[in-house]
C-alpha cells in the first residue's frame, strides 16, 4: 500500500483549514450521514443546495471575499436567515 504525500495523510482537512476555509456548519451532519448533500448549506452562499455563482466567476470572487472578510463569528453572520 502507498501513500501518495505524508501530508495528506488524515491531515486534509487540517490542511484546508489552514488555508483559511470556512466550513458548512452542516458538513459534520453530512459527513454522519444524517443529511444527504442536497442538504448540505454551502458555506459561500449559505443556501441548501448551493446557488452559488459559476466557479470563477466574478461573482463567485465577490462572494469568497465577501465571506472571507466577515469570518465566522462576527456580528450578522451567526447562521440561518439572511
Ligand atoms: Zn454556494
Not at 501518495?4 to 488524515?10: A, E, I, M, Y
Not at 459561500?44 to 465566522?72: N, T
Request: proline fraction near 7%.
Amino acid at each position: 500500500m502507498t501513500q501518495p504525500s505524508p501530508r495528506l495523510n488524515g491531515t486534509a482537512t487540517d490542511a484546508v483549514a489552514a488555508l483559511g476555509a470556512l466550513w458548512s456548519d452542516s458538513f459534520d451532519r453530512w459527513v454522519a450521514g444524517e443529511i444527504s448533500a442536497s442538504q448540505l448549506r454551502c458555506v459561500l452562499c449559505e443556501q441548501a443546495p448551493c446557488q452559488c455563482p459559476p466557479f470563477g466567476s466574478a461573482g463567485y470572487f465577490a462572494l469568497v471575499d465577501r465571506r472571507h472578510r466577515a469570518g465566522p463569528g462576527e456580528a450578522g453572520d451567526a447562521g440561518e436567515g439572511c
